[in-house]
């Protein structure tokens, strides 16, 4: 598994400084270069971030809480609804996707689809390259490993990784006295 690292990466650091365009004087920019824990919302690192604007969406169907930050390519099928709570990250390459299509051929060859709705509690994490499929509710505070495919519902405090997505891990409640 991938942790944070704990301390600043000096050479790292000095060559981002000599190759860069735009590098901010922050610590939270030194800690994020470095692989530490850092603030992505820091106002000074917000001044100098790339803007994203392949986001995809079908018709807008979406709602979304506080603190939201979607990277990269993120595609939302939502022909139903998409629920998302506070303080949510989506790595590059997610996809939400509420649409779904009819086992049966002769529906199918009429054009027939439907939808139903994912919803995602606060505090999620989803993971680079990751599928959430139609009717899934994640919890609050699920991690969704990159790459996994999220099948079924996954209760809050939970770690989920692979194809189909499983539970690997029940993760720690987020304190009161951290918000």
């Not at 139903?116 to 499929?133: M, Q, S, T």
């Amino acid at each position: 598994m991938v942790t944070a690292r704990s301390e600043l990466d000096h050479e790292l650091l000095k060559y981002a400084r000599n190759n860069l365009r735009y590098v901010p004087d922050t610590p939270e920019y030194n800690k994020m270069i470095s692989g530490m824990l850092y603030d992505p919302m820091d106002p000074l690192l917000e001044d100098g971030r790339a803007i994203s604007s392949d986001l995809s969406v079908d018709f807008a169907n979406i709602l979304v809480g506080d603190n939201f930050y979607a990277n990269y390519s993120a595609s939302f099928l939502d022909v139903s609804l998409i629920l998302i709570g506070d303080n949510c990250l989506l790595g590059p390459n997610v996809t939400l996707c509420t649409a779904g299509h009819p086992l049966d051929v002769n529906y199918r060859a009429e054009g027939q689809e439907f939808g139903l709705p994912i919803k995602i509690g606060d505090h999620c994490w989803l993971g680079a390259n990751c599928v959430i499929l139609p009717g899934v509710t994640l919890g609050d505070n699920v991690v969704v490993g990159a790459g996994a495919v999220v099948t079924k519902d996954v209760e809050s405090n939970t770690l989920v990784l692979g194809v189909p997505a499983k539970v690997v891990k029940k993760l720690n409640t987020l304190k009161e006295s951290s918000i």
